[in-house]
T-cell receptor, first 112, second 115 residues
Framework: QQQVKQSPQSLIVQKGGIPIINCAYE??????FPWYQQFPGKGPALLIA?????SEKKEGRFTISFNKSAKQFSLHIMDSQPGDSATYFC???????????FGTGTSLTVIP | DTGVSQDPRHKITKRGQNVTFRCDPI?????LYWYRQTLGQGPEFLTY????????KSRLLSDRFSAERPKGSFSTLEIQRTEQGDSAMYLC?????????????FGPGTRLTVL
């Protein structure tokens, strides 16, 4: 059973566009939601994370929007660049717990 | 801060052989995690340690898998009698539980291919 559902599976945008990746969860005990970026052959790298007591968090060109009542959160990449082309994973965890539950990933391609 | 390191980066083995991977976490991190990632999927949790104690194991971690963290620093993951289905990227991550952030930092992974 997939604890975190992620969509779309793949996404193609023009340079400067704003790709949006969505994730949904069911377990209301989750209280930490990170996003990771992964390039081929590399491990995932933390981009940005949010806790459910805020509805939005920005770090540079990356923004997380969080809707606690809908149990959904999304990643927005402002002014996307070809170097942003990678696979993005959302995840969720219980902060006092241990494991992260990852989504299935979104392959983003930014066309110059 | 040199990051999480893993060794080897790639391993090709024949079915039935044993393999061992090593992970060195970020030095001040007391938690260490192992995940497995197959092509086109997100990482799946295998097990984690707090200091030297192994606190949880996923049902994905069959009896052929064993992990250790003998001195609460580096960890090893051994797979005995490898099967073709074990082919995957094995990722190690570490975190510091005292920071109340629990952010996990991943290493580059070990790519295992079982022929």
């Amino acid at each position: 059973q997939q604890q975190v559902k992620q969509s779309p599976q793949s996404l193609i945008v023009q340079k400067g566009g704003i790709p949006i990746i969505n994730c949904a969860y069911e377990n209301t005990a989750f209280d930490y939601f990170p996003w990771y970026q992964q390039f081929p052959g590399k491990g995932p790298a933390l981009l940005i994370a949010i806790r459910p007591d805020v509805s939005e968090k920005k770090e540079g060109r990356f923004t997380i929007s969080f809707n606690k009542s809908a149990k959904q959160f999304s990643l927005h990449i402002m002014d996307s660049q070809p170097g942003d082309s990678a696979t993005y994973f959302c995840a969720a965890s219980i902060m006092t717990g241990n494991q992260f539950y990852f989504g299935t990933g979104t392959s983003l391609t930014v066309i110059p | 801060d040199t990051g999480v390191s893993q060794d080897p980066r790639h391993k090709i083995t024949k079915r039935g052989q044993n393999v061992t991977f090593r992970c060195d976490p970020i030095s001040e991190h007391n938690r260490l995690y192992w995940y497995r990632q197959t092509l086109g999927q997100g990482p799946e949790f295998l097990t984690y340690f707090q200091n030297e104690a192994q606190l949880e194991k996923s049902r994905l971690l069959s009896d052929r898998f064993s992990a250790e963290r003998p001195k609460g620093s580096f960890s090893t993951l051994e797979i005995q009698r490898t099967e073709q289905g074990d082919s995957a990227m094995y990722l190690c991550a570490s975190s510091f539980s005292g920071s109340r952030k629990y952010t996990q930092y991943f290493g580059p992974g070990t790519r295992l291919t079982v022929l």
